[in-house]
Nanobody, 121 residues
């Protein structure tokens, strides 16, 4: 399967911002639901945000009003704008694409390699 290519992770102070990008290679994802998931050390991968094929949105309670998910189908790219970052947001962030608009990471077919986000206090 084709993989998604991520960028934008890094180290940021608490209260700062980062923008993650995820670009598909080898095909287009215009008809797919897409989302962001994250995994902290010692924890299971968890849902962060979803955007469906025509722009419908869903956010985890922990990031609502701080993070914004968007997609640009012309560029085959998805974004996660992260504002007011907290140390608790520290994790590896993964982008995903699949046939269904679901929060369960086991239901997604395509995954990025992950990008590390570290928020210092």
């Amino acid at each position: 399967q084709e993989q998604l290519v991520e960028s934008g992770g890094g180290l940021v102070q608490a209260g700062g911002s980062l923008r993650l990008s995820c670009t598909a290679s080898g095909r287009t994802f215009n008809n797919y639901n897409m989302g962001w998931f994250r995994q902290a050390p010692g924890k299971e991968r968890e849902f962060v945000a979803l955007i469906n094929w025509n722009g419908g949105l869903r956010y985890a309670d922990s990031v609502k009003n701080r993070f914004t998910i968007s997609r640009d189908n012309a560029k085959n790219t998805m974004y996660l704008q992260m504002n007011s970052l907290k140390p608790e947001d520290t994790a590896v962030y993964y982008c995903a694409a699949g046939e269904w608009f679901l929060t369960n990471p086991n239901r997604y077919d395509y995954w990025g390699q992950g990008t590390q986000v570290t928020v210092s206090s």
